[in-house]
């Protein structure tokens, strides 16, 4: 316990060091605004004591609405303090390994992410070039890279020189190089310039595999790789459609979105009950790992797994935006694992 301790306090004092000043004002104008103009300077205040007393950010103040919650709803929300407590209960560190690098995921999950690639690291300029010429455009990224970042486009008949391309990737450390996802006419319908995002959450209980909940990001713009940006987020019910309002960072709530003009009213989506079943089977493989964020997207062949996180994110989930629900992601872990929450040594848990 002393080390998640330790752990804690330097989180919250990095979180401190690395405050985004514009961005926290802008948020508290917008729930300043939300609220009847209510003091700036005391919702600066309730942010300070929030996150004082239970480990919250400004970012995830706003998204849960913490201004209007009570205490007995406080406690069923997670927080940056808490979430790192949640995951060394359920996730076995031994493992997370697996997660962890890109090529050893794909090796280990080669069944579930349904598409070619080729290992930088195990293979020769030769056999790189002998990939190439099997696909017309292929992504190279950094095995450990987050957020998008270290990710490039190649359209291979463009490619001059494919002996400086494989020197480029492994200067770069791009050593994982995939074949591309062609994304479902249904999702390029709302935008066709990335393979958007849909993340699912599983948890496992008793050798069974539980959804805790979805959502799909989506690109605002021309991107042609999902960001960590203001993009646009919606949940899926088993049959397909729009569960929740559709919403961007700021709460900001669209009808259709801004590039395509696709209604999201009109969005039906065939394979999500097969995307959510595909995440339960993967989630069995690696048990030890109970608790994970899969990135799915669904590409013309059905749902195929991007990748899976250890670290699956809570924020958008306790978004009040998105379901106008008045409690937090804590709930949903509780609602399947029960008292064994209590393990957590969580002190909002009663």
């Given at each position: 316990?002393g080390?998640?301790?330790k752990y ?8 401190i ?5 514009k961005?926290?004002n802008?948020?508290v ?13 005391y919702i ?10 239970r480990g ?5 103040y ?7 919650l009570?205490?007995?709803e406080?406690?069923?929300?997670v927080?940056?303090?808490?979430f790192y ?8 560190y031994?493992?997370?390994?697996i ?17 070619d690639?080729i ?9 790189f070039k ?6 017309d ?18 359209e ?6 494919k002996d400086?391309?494989y ?9 994982l ?12 319908e709302?935008n066709p ?10 948890l ?12 799909l ?8 790789v999902?960001?960590?940006t ?10 397909g459609t ?8 700021y709460?900001?709530?669209?009808e ?7 209604k999201?009213?009109?969005v ?7 995307a ?5 089977k ?11 964020g ?7 062949k059905?749902?195929?797994i991007?990748?899976?996180?250890e670290y ?5 989930f306790?978004?009040?935006?998105l ?12 609602d399947v694992?029960g008292n064994e929450v ?5 002190k909002?848990v009663?």
């Open positions: 316990m080390d998640i301790m804690e306090t330097k989180r919250m004092l990095k979180k060091k690395s405050i985004n000043y961005k926290m802008k948020i104008n917008i729930i300043s605004e939300n609220n009847n103009n209510k003091s700036k300077l600066k205040f309730d942010i300070f004591r929030n996150f004082l007393k919250i950010g400004y970012t995830d706003f998204r849960g609405d913490y201004i209007n009570t205490n007995e406080k406690n069923t929300y927080t940056a303090k808490s407590r949640i995951m060394h209960y359920l996730n076995n031994d493992y997370v390994y997660f962890h690098d890109k090529l050893i995921f794909n090796k280990f999950f080669k069944e579930y992410i349904k598409r690639y290992n930088l690291k195990k293979c020769t300029v030769d056999q002998d990939f190439l010429d099997k696909h455009v292929v992504f190279a990224k950094d095995p450990v890279g987050e957020c998008g970042h270290g990710i490039k486009k190649i291979v008949a463009k490619v001059k020189d400086k391309l020197e480029e990737f492994i200067n770069n450390k791009q050593f190089v995939e074949e591309e996802i062609i994304q479902s006419d249904e999702l390029n709302i310039n990335v393979v958007n995002s849909f993340r699912v959450v599983t496992i209980k008793d050798g069974q595999a539980y959804i805790l909940n979805n959502a990001r989506v690109n605002q713009d021309k991107a042609n999902i960001g960590c203001n993009d646009l987020y919606f949940s899926f019910a088993e049959d729009i569960d929740s309002n559709v919403i961007d960072d709460g900001n709530v669209y259709e979105h801004p590039l395509t003009g696709k999201f009213s009109e039906k989506v065939k394979d999500v009950k097969e959510f079943e595909l995440c339960k993967a989630a069995l493989e690696v048990q030890e790992v109970r608790y994970v899969w990135d799915v997207a669904f590409s013309n059905g749902p195929v991007v990748e899976g996180n699956p994110g809570y924020g958008i306790q978004f009040y935006k379901k106008n629900k008045k409690y937090g992601h804590l709930k949903e872990i509780q694992i209590k393990n957590m040594n969580l909002c009663n």
